[in-house]
């Protein structure tokens, strides 16, 4: 059986970039290796109205868990300051339901989905699976994370999430919590789904993720664990190539992630969009340069803000307890005020510059990291 291209990964680049690919008129295969789209969930379900816009999904009531009011981090100390979100228009969706909304987009755009298929095997136009062999113009590299570390695990950080109920989860109240010792250049955080349910998790640079998470539940006091997802997360940035012969890569498998978060429903969704608009205008045209816009067209739109994440990465790994709380005292009312009222969930890093960018934190920051800040600044 021939496609014009195959897909290898049912998750939301993947199956975006299918959909883009099928919308052309052109024939399109989604393999996915587990037994059900959108399971298992290692996402925390976080992004903007305007991104799920931007993505061409209005989120249907099974999609669409709540919204976010407020935000609050807590320092090592026990500082803490609260974000007012209303503005930003976050929302907390349910993955499960939200990768299979994209995928019902793709089959009704003429995409075929096998889930419980593995890809074995790529060798001179054709794609060995699980289910057979296949013919295809164009291999679609959707597979997550897992392909990358194969190639560089020190992009890589373990992290552990459970979905839970606990009493002390507050409908629309997202938790983040920073500590160097217990969760080294990450941090920890509660995600409602609801009040009294929700997902919470941890990651670091080589800690044991079980271990870490299960202490910071006890801590939080009485909840049930009712699902439990152990999976490595990539915070190095973009691959250096999206595109490689006939293999264009997508979403986590090309380190579209946020390099702050992790998070990467937005930013992967795109590159899936990207991608899918790229291949479709190769197979009508045959110029590979069709197919680098793709890389390009991404770069022009997340490409500084990456830049600036992965150094704000490098300084959230080198900063010790005692820094995070001084980074903390520095933050006024008015800066909190102006970040609730202004920044971009989808591009984050001008809330913290106006962190560093007041006389208080500057020092600290320059005290660190010395002239390097500017480039953050700048």
């Given at each position: 059986?021939?496609f ?9 680049a ?18 996915e ?11 925390g ?17 099974k999609?669409?868990?709540?919204q976010?009011?407020?935000a ?15 503005k ?12 299979k ?10 995409a ?9 095997e ?5 794609v ?13 590299d959707?597979?997550?994370v ?5 190639k ?25 919590n920073f ?20 997902k ?14 299960e ?23 973009p ?7 006939d293999i264009?890569t997508?979403?986590d498998?090309?380190?579209?992630s ?8 937005y930013?992967?969704?795109?590159g899936?969009i990207?991608?899918g ?34 150094f704000?990465r ?46 208080g ?9 010395g ?5 953050l600044?700048?």
């Open positions: 059986m021939s014009d291209v195959i897909v290898a990964g049912g998750s939301v993947g199956l975006f970039c299918a959909r883009e690919v099928a919308k052309s008129g052109h024939s399109v295969l989604v393999i290796e587990d037994f059900e789209i959108g399971s298992p969930e290692h996402c379900g976080l992004v903007s109205a305007s991104g799920l816009e931007d993505l061409g999904i209005v989120p249907s009531t999609t669409l868990d709540n976010i009011h407020s609050v981090l807590s320092s090592p100390g026990g500082s803490k300051i609260t974000i007012d979100a209303k930003q228009n976050v929302v907390v969706i349910n993955r499960r339901e939200f990768d909304q994209i995928a019902y987009q793709a089959q009704k755009n003429g075929e989905i096998k889930v419980k298929t593995s890809l074995k790529v060798k001179n136009n054709q060995v699976t699980t289910a057979g062999t296949f013919d295809c113009k164009i291999i679609v959707a597979r997550g897992s392909a990358l570390v194969q560089d695990r020190t992009g890589t950080l373990q992290s552990a999430q459970y979905e839970i109920y606990a009493d002390w989860i507050q409908k629309g109240l997202v938790e983040v500590d160097s010792e217990r969760y080294p250049g990450f941090f920890s955080w509660v995600i409602p789904a609801g009040n009294g349910m929700g919470v998790g941890v990651a670091g640079r080589a800690i044991n993720a079980m271990n870490t998470l202490k910071f539940l006890d801590q939080k006091g009485k909840h049930s664990i009712i699902r439990k997802v152990f999976a490595p997360i990539w915070v190095n940035g691959i250096e190539r999206f595109v490689t012969g264009v997508v979403g498998a090309a380190g579209q946020k390099p702050t978060t992790a998070g990467g429903i930013s992967c969704g795109i899936g990207f991608g608009r790229a291949i479709s205008e190769f197979l009508q045209s045959g110029k590979s340069s069709d197919l680098d816009k793709y890389q390009e067209s991404w770069q022009k739109k997340f490409g500084k803000e990456f830049e600036k994440q992965l704000a490098r300084m959230l790994e080198r900063i010790d307890n005692k820094t995070i709380d001084k980074l903390f005292e520095t933050i006024t009312p008015e800066m909190l005020q102006d970040i609730s009222k202004n920044d971009d969930f989808d591009f984050h890093t001008s809330a913290i510059v106006k962190m560093l960018g007041v006389k934190s500057l020092k600290v920051a320059q005290t660190i990291f002239s390097e800040v500017r480039r600044l700048g």
